[in-house]
Every structure is written in C-alpha cells, then in structure tokens.
C-alpha cells in the first residue's frame, strides 16, 4: 500500500519517535502549525476517523496524545483530527495532530 504514515511507521525514512508504543508512533509534523506540533499515528494502517470502530483504539490514541504532550513539555496544548478532503485532509492514515508551546 501506497501509505506515507505506513511507509513512516515501517522506519523506511529513519523517521524520529517522540514516542512510540504497541498501538501508536507519535513524531514531528514536517511543517510544522505551532513551535510544537507532533502527530500521534496508530500503527493499523486506517484511512480516517470514518473508517475506525475501535473504541479501544481510539481512547489507546488519545493517551497516546497526553503522553506524547507531557513528553514534548507541553501542559497546554490543541488536538485536531481532519477527516475527509474538504476538511483538510491529506494523508489518508488517520492521526490526530497535537500543537502547543512550550510555555
Ligand atoms: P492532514 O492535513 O492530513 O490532517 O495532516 C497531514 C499532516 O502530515 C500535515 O500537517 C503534513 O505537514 C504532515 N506530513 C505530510 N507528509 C509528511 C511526512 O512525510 N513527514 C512528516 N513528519 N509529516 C508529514
Ligand atoms: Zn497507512
């Protein structure tokens, strides 16, 4: 499959992990929103929140989101998750962007 985030996950571009654990890798937006701005990515390869039934996933990504903000030092911080092409979105794997400053 022809999936950048996969491609990522897979270590083929030797990408950076600000964190990573069974359900999730979590690295740096290439451009960057805000002085932070990370993207936590689950490793099951699923199009958007459209397509995503597992709650179990779903809240595992969202801890994922809080552990991976304590680690970049942020207390304060926005969540976003664009789904479909109208609403912004690019990459068709889902991930919930995390921004904020370091304050
Ligand atoms: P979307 O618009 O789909 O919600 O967000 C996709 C995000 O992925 C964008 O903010 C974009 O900058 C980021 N992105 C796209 N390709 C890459 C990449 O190869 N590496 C990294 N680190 N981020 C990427
Ligand atoms: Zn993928």
Do not use: W
Request: hydrophobic share 45%; with cysteine.
């Amino acid at each position: 499959m022809d999936c950048i985030f996969c491609k990522i996950i897979n270590g083929d571009f030797n990408t950076e992990f600000v964190l990573e654990n069974e359900h999730a890798v979590v690295f740096n937006d290439i451009n960057p929103k805000a002085p932070v701005h990370m993207l936590v990515v689950p490793r099951l390869h699923v199009a958007s929140l459209n397509e995503l039934n597992d709650k179990n996933l779903l809240g595992e990504l969202m801890m994922t989101v809080k552990e991976a903000a304590k680690k970049a030092g942020l207390k304060s911080y926005k969540t976003l998750i664009n789904t479909g092409k109208e609403a912004g979105q690019e990459v068709f794997h889902l991930h919930i962007h995390v921004m904020g400053e370091k304050k």
